[in-house]
C-alpha cells in the first residue's frame, strides 16, 4: 500500500479471468523479490554469515506480503473467474470487487459473498503468517539467549580456573 501510495497508483483489478491472477501475482512478487534484493544489496554478502543475512532481508519482503494479505482485494482478484468491472460498493465497509457484466450461473450477489470469501481468507493467510513470524522470533530469541548463557557460563568457568 505504501508503494501504491508512493507511485499514486490505485490497484485496479482487470477483473478478466485470463489476467486475474497474473497480474495480482506481480503485485506479490515483484516488490517482495526486489525488497529481499535491496535489503541484500544493504547488508553486503559475507558468506559466513549467509543465513542470518537470508532471514533478515526476508523480513521486508515478508512485511509487503503481509499487508497484501490483510488488504485482501489483491487475493480475491487473483481468484476472481468472471468478467466484469472493477467498481466500489457502497456497503457498511467500502470494498472494491469484479461485479460482473452478466449473470452466468451464479447470482451478483452470490458472486460478491464468494469475493468477500476470498477477502476473510486473504485476511486469514496473513494472520497466520504473523503467527509464524512471531514463532520463529521467539524461537530465535530464545536460541540466541541460551547461546549467550552459554558463553557468559563458559567464561566464568575459566575465570574461575585461571584464579585456582
Known sequence: MGLEKLVEL??????????NGLFSSAFFIIPAIMAFILMLIIQGCRWDEWFKKTVSSSVPAIVWLISLFLDGQYFACAMTDWEGRFVLVDKAAPQKWCKPISEGNFTTQELMLRSQEWIFKSQVIAILLLIFICMGLTVYLIRNSCQEKKQTDSTREMQLSEVS
Not at 10 to 19: D, L
Open 10 to 19: 490505485e490497484f485496479q483489478c482487470p477483473c478478466n479471468p485470463k489476467w
